[in-house]
């Protein structure tokens, strides 16, 4: 079974942009796996950012956005602030019902 | 507005059973999927399944069958999470989310406040 893949840590400066990308195991992810990507700050509800590759959820800045690079969804962050220090998470929908999160992705605004 | 608000924290002897609660407000209950996700200690985040609120079927993760069941009472909009054989492993928060129902796609739009549970002897 594909496994979701996502760069362990990043870090950025305050002011620069930052893409976080979201990979399979095997194959390639495509819109069809709708990926959708979260915020957590430790200690905090998941915050919903991006959904269906590239729709931000409602109140979400426009400093995030999400796509496809290649064969990986990725996430860009333009104009990092310090409160966008904080874990990152994809998840794909595998299809017939499966869904499947990424181990996330720590990113360090510094 | 929409809320997803949870039962509180448990702490649980390791064979005891849980059951959680996710009440839902400010939208139809019936229209949109609630998922489970499950964050053990200083881990990721988890999918352990969604279920259809219209017709209560439930889908489960691979690694959360058998000793877990996602249940409803339309009644009062609440989805239910029972977890029986509990073990050490199973310590971790438990969140409800909701989800697009009927759709292609799969996305989570609102998370409850999530609910603790530590099982510990």
């Known amino acids: 079974q594909a496994v979701v893949t996502q760069e362990p840590s990043f870090s950025v400066s305050p002011g620069g942009t930052i893409t976080l990308t979201c990979g399979l195991t095997?194959?390639?992810?495509?819109?069809?796996?709708?990926p959708s990507w979260y915020q957590q700050t430790p200690g905090q509800t998941p915050r919903t950012l991006i959904y269906n590759t590239n729709t931000r959820s409602s109140g979400v800045p426009n400093r995030f956005s999400g796509s496809i690079l290649g064969n990986r969804a990725a996430l860009t962050i333009t104009g990092a602030q310090a409160d966008d220090d904080s874990y990152y998470y994809c998840?794909?929908?595998?299809?017939?019902?499966?869904?499947?999160f990424g181990g996330g992705t720590k990113l360090t605004v510094l | 507005q929409v809320q997803l608000v949870q039962s509180g924290s448990e702490l649980k002897k390791p064979g005891a059973s849980v059951k959680l609660s996710c009440k839902a407000s400010?939208?139809?209950?019936?229209?949109?999927?609630i998922n489970w996700i499950r964050q053990a200690p200083g881990q990721g985040l988890e999918w352990m399944g969604w279920i259809n609120t219209n017709t209560g079927n439930p889908i489960y993760a691979p690694g959360f069958t058998g000793r877990f069941v996602f249940s409803l009472d339309t009644s009062v909009t609440t989805a239910y999470l029972q977890i029986s054989s509990l073990k050490a492993a199973d310590t971790a928060i438990y969140y409800c989310a909701r989800g697009p129902q009927y759709s292609s796609t799969w996305y989570i739009d609102y998370w409850g406040q999530g609910a603790l549970v530590t099982v510990s002897s």
């Open positions: 400010g939208y139809t209950f019936t229209t949109y999927t």
């Open positions: 095997s194959g390639s992810v495509s819109p069809s796996y709708y």
């Open positions: 998840v794909l929908f595998m299809g017939s019902g499966a869904v499947m």
